[in-house]
């Protein structure tokens, strides 16, 4: 099963090199701040999405969306959160989102910084920004590969 990561989408202009990524996926999984449905409503038209909302998410897209979800693959359990809020790391909260509750893959988004970390035998994903790299040298979005085990990846590019 190939799964593509994305976050931090903040538009409708997705760069071609993710929708073809998105086009051969099984699933994808959005880790908020979308900014509209639009972006849902093209990356749907490609596999099977589920998300969250993020801190700058529009009212439609929080009442479509919950702010954190958890889901079961292959026997994997992915806790799904965009990681906004006040105090701590956005990595911190995110691992606190669903501290407890036994997850093998937590991913989570917001600060547009991509990363991939085991803590504690729990992978932590950020897949970066696909849109807006701010700082980073390169735009970027994750792929976890499940079938017997887990591959993970983050990919970079130019534009």
Known sequence: MKIVVTSDTHNQNLPQKLISECE???????A????????????SSCAKVV???GNVDDNEIKEYLAPRDIIQIEGYKIGIVHGHGSKQMTEKRALEAFEGEGMDIIIFGHSHIPMMRYVNKVMLMNPGSPTDKRRMPYYSYGILHIDKTLRAEIVFFTG
């Open 32 to 43: 908020g701040d979308w900014s509209s449905m639009e972006v849902y409503r093209t990356l």
């Open 24 to 30: 051969s996926a099984d699933l994808i999984i959005h």
């Open 51 to 53: 998300g969250v909302h």
